[in-house]
């Protein structure tokens, strides 16, 4: 009887902590409430610009900065326009460019946006610096910071005694937030996130910047510079996508990202 409450408290619990992602509707599961995700982040982000060397390149650092604010504008405007007011209070966007050769970028919970010299190698305008940046900034507005920290609870302390983990979640989630965001020792590495989480903040990040007035078509082009510019690994020990599937993914996305054209 104990054992058939406590399951059942825990279903409850589920249920409750349920949560969909804006564009596509998908159900996730958030144990951990905005709140404690965004105290988390932004603890793992001031320790990683205090060590981190900002750009002097003034071109590229305006050119982030720009890119940046003109897709958090647009990703504003469609939370507020469908309801989603309170959601816009979770962000504070900022926009760094930091001296540092990876091709990467990433941006936390919150709003927080650093993309790396590396990749404006191969950035050749203000529309392909958009496909990174609206990729990152969707991977915040879903919140898939927040599901991967849940999964991770759930994971660490089995569903049997979850409403004991929940309960006292401080620390639990001060440690799932060092391996979710993985900004510590090893700066510079894109949050961890499944191929799932991937491929849907690459959707919505192509409306993203589609609804800033960028062109979504140039996403092909990238991903093939970036496929080109050295040996990837295999898609079934990634948890990204490989550049060939997500290539074709794009393709079959674009004729639909007319309507959000301004």
């Not at 060397?53 to 990703?75: C, D, E, F, L």
């Not at 469908?82 to 930091?98: C, H, K, P, Y």
Request: hydrophobic share 40%.
């Amino acid at each position: 009887m104990k054992k058939l409450t406590s399951l059942l408290i825990i279903a409850l619990l589920l249920l409750s902590s349920c949560g969909s992602v804006p564009l596509t509707g998908r159900k996730q599961i958030l144990l951990v409430s905005d709140q404690e995700v965004l105290a988390s982040s932004l603890t793992q982000y001031s320790d990683y610009m205090k060590s981190a060397p900002v750009s002097t390149n003034a071109k590229g650092k305006a050119m982030v900065t720009r890119v940046g604010k003109k897709i958090a504008a647009a990703t504003e405007q469609y939370l507020k326009s469908n309801g989603m007011e309170a959601e816009v209070r979770n962000f504070a966007w900022e926009f760094n460019l930091v001296k540092d050769d990876q091709v990467n970028a990433f941006c936390m919970p919150g709003g927080k946006i650093v993309v790396y010299e590396g990749l404006l190698k191969l950035v050749s305008s203000d529309d392909e610096l958009a496909v990174v940046v609206g990729h990152e900034v969707a991977h915040a507005v879903a919140k898939h910071s927040n599901e991967r920290m849940s999964q991770q609870l759930m994971t660490q302390y089995g569903a049997q005694i979850l409403t004991q983990a929940l309960s006292n979640k401080s620390a639990a989630i001060q440690k799932a937030g060092s391996t979710i965001y993985g900004l510590g020792a090893q700066y510079g590495l894109t949050l961890p996130f499944s191929r799932k989480h991937e491929s849907e903040a690459d959707y919505m990040g192509l409306i993203f910047m589609t609804m800033a007035g960028y062109d979504p078509n140039v996403a092909i082009t990238f991903w093939q510079k970036m496929s080109a510019g050295g040996a990837s690994v295999p898609e079934f020990m990634s948890t990204h996508p490989s550049d060939a599937t997500r290539i074709k993914d794009i393709q079959k996305i674009l004729p639909a990202l007319n309507k959000y054209r301004k």
